[in-house]
């Protein structure tokens, strides 16, 4: 309200569409870098306040001077700070313009009906490549005959796009198609037309590395769901990372800011202070980049991951480099995590790195590491540590509960450091050391 009455006092114009998006996906992007950096370090400062105040009221006095629950230090600044995403996610939606086949990022919410479709072309935090390859989907939906689906319900079927890329310069698109009624004859029609657009055509220019295609009556597919099915080039990028060579398949997960995850991995290094008979847990290691980046100095490295892709990738990556001393499994953290820390009687120091999605850790995996006494030390990296972290933090640092099984030696956060992997937004990764 007040913005509003500003405006109407000083006669200020309503943001354009492209400020509105950028306001959305980058509010940050007007600050001075350095003004950006230090937006985040007071965030992060309120968040291990919280986290301290939390653990009070658990009976745990965790504060330090500053009213925080351990050290924080400075914001890690990004090595590259414009265009710096590797992975970006594009929807189509009816545009300003009123254009149904809009390929853009949205403002607005479904629940507020006031969803518009938004092109990208401007944002400071994606590179020009991803940009390219948005445009030119969207001219080959705008040719297509078929709808786009703005609603499952409502028919259509041109859906999101996906653009990754690597510093070797690697594309991969992976385009989402609701299938809705059409036969397997129609759908060969449609691949063909896309695939030909994108070697042949005005999509040429883009220079497809991979091209992929998936048929999905959902919101979010798995690959297990509904495979991708590669239409053009190679089934896999390559990325290069502190000397070593990732495969990275369409649904693994990587860290979207390359050049920032190098440096949060050699600080991770750095603060396991493992020894070369340390063991090493990787959970949720994605395609392996953290375990095998450490792996030259530790003994062995475990790295467990939900999605199959992404192991096969981190077993891939560690023949490919050479690294022997690396075993991965595929499922469940909850499932596979307690099972392995149950008969563990490795005598060898262990070292935990947690690298969960923005849901967290599950219960069942923060009781298997607080009720695992070979574990003393613990990373716990998150983008969100607001969310859904927090209650993983007050599970790891409260004292034994034999009711809900957590009968292991409570952590303790001794140290947090946030790295700024993604430059214009508020997020930033924040790295957790716990001891005990």
């Given at each position: ?5 500003a405006?109407e006092?000083?006669?200020l114009p309503?943001?354009?569409w ?8 980058t ?7 350095q ?5 985040k370090y007071?965030?992060q ?5 919280t986290?301290a105040?939390r653990?009070e ?17 400075p ?8 265009g ?12 300003p313009?009123?254009n149904p086949?809009?390929?853009?990022l949205?403002v607005?919410t479904g629940?507020?009906k006031?969803i518009v ?6 944002l400071?935090?994606?590179?020009p ?10 001219e080959?939906i ?6 786009s ?8 079927h ?5 653009v ?14 609701h ?5 397997q004859?129609a759908l ?10 994108f070697?042949?055509?005005p999509?040429?220019?883009?220079a497809l ?5 998936q048929?999905?009556t959902?919101?979010r597919?798995?690959?297990e769901q509904s495979?991708?099915q590669?239409?053009?080039g190679?089934?896999?990028i390559?990325e ?8 990275i398949?369409p649904d693994?997960f990587?860290?979207?800011?390359t050049?920032?995850?190098e440096?949060?991995y050699q600080?991770v290094g750095?603060?396991c ?9 990787d959970i949720c ?8 980046s450490l792996?030259?100095?530790?003994s ?12 096969e990738d981190?077993?891939w990556?560690?023949?490919f ?6 075993e991965?499994?595929?499922?469940k953290?909850e499932a596979?995590?307690p ?7 490795d005598?060898?120091?262990?070292v935990?790195?947690?690298?969960p999605?923005?849901?967290g850790?599950?219960y069942r995996?923060v ?6 006494r ?8 998150s983008?969100?540590?607001e ?7 007050l599970e790891?640092?409260c004292?034994p509960?034999?009711r809900?099984?957590?009968t292991g ?10 790295f700024?992997l993604?430059?214009?937004t508020v997020h930033?990764e ?5 001891t005990?």
């Open positions: 309200k007040g913005k509003k009455k405006r006092g000083c006669s309503d943001p354009s492209e400020e509105r998006i950028a306001n959305s996906v509010p940050l992007w007007r600050l001075p870098y003004e950006q950096l230090q937006v007071e965030s400062r309120k968040i291990l306040q986290v105040s653990l009221d658990l009976g745990i006095d965790a504060q330090n001077p500053d009213g925080l629950c351990c050290p924080l230090q914001v890690v600044p990004s090595p590259v700070i414009n710096y995403r590797n992975k970006s996610t594009f929807s189509v939606n009816r545009g313009d009123g086949k809009t390929v853009g949205y607005g629940k507020a006031n479709c938004v092109k990208a072309n401007h400071e935090n994606m590179p490549k991803h940009k390219q390859v948005a445009q030119c989907y969207e080959f705008c040719r297509s005959p078929l709808d689906c703005l609603l499952f319900h409502e028919g259509g041109w859906r999101e796009l996906v990754r890329t690597t510093s070797r310069g690697h594309t991969m698109a992976i385009i989402t198609f299938p809705q009624q059409l036969g004859e060969a029609t449609q691949k063909a037309l896309l695939k030909e657009f070697t042949c055509g999509g040429a220019v883009c590395t991979s091209l992929y295609f048929e999905s959902m919101t597919c798995s690959h495979p991708y590669l239409l053009h190679e089934p896999h390559f290069e990372l502190l000397g070593l060579k990732f495969r398949s693994a990587f860290q979207v800011n050049a920032g995850a440096v949060l600080a750095e603060l202070q493992t020894t070369g008979d340390t063991v090493l847990l290691c994605g395609t392996g980049t953290i375990g095998l792996a030259h100095q530790v062995k490295v475990i790295g467990i991951e939900v999605v199959e892709k992404a192991i981190a077993k990556n560690a023949a480099n050479g690294i022997s001393n690396c991965f499994h595929s499922g953290a596979v995590l099972q392995l820390l149950a008969s563990w009687e005598a060898r120091p262990l935990a790195v947690v690298n999605s923005r849901a850790l599950h995996v009781r298997a590491i607080r009720n695992c070979s574990i003393r030390r613990l990373l716990y990296i983008c969100k540590p969310g859904e972290a927090m209650r993983n933090f790891l640092c004292p509960d034999p809900k099984k957590l030696e409570p952590f303790a956060p001794v140290l947090a450091i946030p700024d993604f430059p214009h930033c924040l790295v957790l050391l716990f005990r």
